[in-house]
C-alpha cells in the first residue's frame, strides 16, 4: 500500500537558518503530494501541494519539488523565522477515482529559537 | 467563522462509556472524514463519506462508528470507550480539488 516517510524530529533551528525536511514516498501511479503544517493547538492546515511530476509547490516562503525519480518531496525553506515553529507532515493521495485516502508521514516537529 | 468546528474541543470520559464527537462544516462540501492523531504515528484514517448515503471505513474503523446526518454534519461515536482510544481526533473536508480542510481537533482521554 502507500506509505510516506519523512524525517524524524524533532529539529531545532537558530532563526534565519536554512531549512529542509526530507519525505519519500510509495504508491503506484501518480499521487498527488501535500505538506501540512500544525501550529500548537490547532488543526492542519494545507502549506503547498503538487498534482504531478516536476511540479514545484510554493507558499510562505517554503517550496517543495515532486520528483518522481526519487520518490521524494522535500520541503525546503531558505531562512527560518520563529513562527516557524510547528510540526510538519507530508501526505499523499492515490491518483484512482474514489482513492480518498490521505497518507501522512509521522510529522517533524521543527523549532526556531530566535 | 471556521470552516470546519467540532465540538467538544476536549473530553476526558471513563473506560466503557459512549461518547459521540461531531463535526460540522459550512465549505459545502460532500467528502468528510475523520482522523486520529497519535504521538509518533501521525494522523490515520478511521471513516469516510462521500455524501450522506455512502460511508466507508478506513484503515482502523473497529471500536467506531459514525453518522452522516446532513451534508454539513459527520459525527463519530465510540460506542464502549477504551484507554488506547485516547488520542486527539480530527474531522476534514473535501472539495473538488485534492486539498483537505480540518477542524481544530478534539482531544479525547478515556481514563
Known amino acids: 500500500g502507500d506509505s510516506v516517510t519523512q524525517m524524524e524530529g524533532p529539529v531545532t533551528l537558530s532563526e534565519e537558518a536554512f531549512l529542509t525536511i526530507n519525505c519519500t514516498y510509495t504508491?503506484?501511479?501518480?499521487?498527488?503530494l501535500f505538506w501540512y503544517v500544525q501550529y500548537p493547538g490547532e488543526g492542519l492546515q494545507l502549506l503547498l501541494k503538487?498534482?504531478?511530476?516536476?511540479d514545484k509547490g510554493s507558499n510562505k516562503g517554503f517550496e517543495a519539488t515532486y520528483r518522481k525519480e526519487t520518490t521524494s518531496f522535500h520541503l525546503e525553506k531558505g531562512s527560518v523565522q520563529v513562527s516557524d515553529s510547528a510540526v510538519y507532515f507530508c501526505a499523499l493521495t492515490g491518483s484512482n477515482f474514489g482513492n480518498e485516502k490521505l497518507t501522512f508521514g509521522t510529522g517533524t516537529r521543527l523549532t526556531i529559537i530566535p | 467563522d471556521a470552516d470546519v468546528t467540532q465540538t467538544p474541543r476536549n473530553r476526558i470520559t471513563k473506560t466503557g462509556k459512549r461518547i459521540m464527537l461531531e463535526c460540522s462544516q459550512t465549505k459545502g462540501h460532500d467528502r468528510m472524514y475523520w482522523y486520529r492523531q497519535d504521538p509518533g504515528l501521525g494522523l490515520r484514517l478511521i471513516y469516510y463519506s462521500f455524501d450522506v448515503k455512502d460511508i466507508n471505513k478506513g484503515e482502523i474503523s473497529d471500536g467506531y462508528s459514525v453518522s452522516r446526518q446532513a451534508q454539513a454534519k459527520f459525527s463519530l461515536s465510540l460506542e464502549s470507550a477504551i484507554p488506547n482510544q485516547t488520542a486527539l481526533y480530527f474531522c476534514?473536508?473535501?472539495?473538488?480539488?485534492?486539498?483537505?480542510?480540518f477542524g481544530p481537533g478534539t482531544r479525547l482521554t478515556v481514563t
Open positions: 503538487a498534482t504531478k511530476a516536476d
Open positions: 476534514a473536508t473535501r472539495g473538488g480539488d485534492y486539498e483537505q480542510y
Open positions: 504508491a503506484t501511479g501518480y499521487p498527488s
